[in-house]
């Protein structure tokens, strides 16, 4: 496929969606993904019935070549989940120098850290396993298959 087929392909599964706008949207079959499309970039993700914290943010560029496109995909926690990971990373951080600095506790500050880790890990393992979700779904929508044009 070129660059415009590519395109026109994405524009027919992908609802744009305005987070600011309340207006309840019938749910369409056709729709896998939401997100906002461009002329040759797209910041898009899959379309889910409930909050998923763990979602990836798939961002990607088609670039024409001689005989069809490439296409590059970066995929990415949410602004708000990099905000809650910080968040509990820091708060795990402070307590851990509390209980050594203070308390000289190595129990309960090794415990906080071990939540902070803990929280960490778990994050990238529910992340990894959605982008393969995510990655299954688009490769699915443009007829590729994983391991021939795809990684």
Not at 21 to 37: A, C, K, Q, R, W
Not at 86 to 98: A, D, E, R
Request: aromatic share 14%; with cysteine; charged share 20%.
């Amino acid at each position: 496929m070129d660059q415009q087929q590519v395109m026109e392909r994405l524009d027919g599964v992908t609802r744009r969606v305005n987070f600011l706008e309340t207006v309840m949207v019938p749910p369409e079959e056709s729709i896998l993904f939401n997100g906002d499309l461009k002329s040759n970039q797209f910041t898009i993700s899959k379309k889910i019935d409930k909050a998923d914290s763990f979602l990836p943010l798939i961002k990607g560029k088609v670039s024409p070549l001689a005989k069809g496109c490439l296409i590059s995909l970066d995929y990415s926690f949410f602004p708000a989940t990099v905000f809650f990971l910080s968040f509990w990373g820091v708060v795990s951080f402070l307590l851990t120098v509390l209980f050594l600095a203070v308390f000289q506790d190595w129990k309960l500050a090794a415990l906080s850290t071990l939540a902070g880790i803990g929280n960490y890990g778990f994050a990238i393992w529910h992340f990894r396993r959605k982008v393969k979700e995510s990655q299954l779904l688009f490769y699915d929508m443009m007829d590729m298959k994983a391991g021939r044009g795809a990684p």
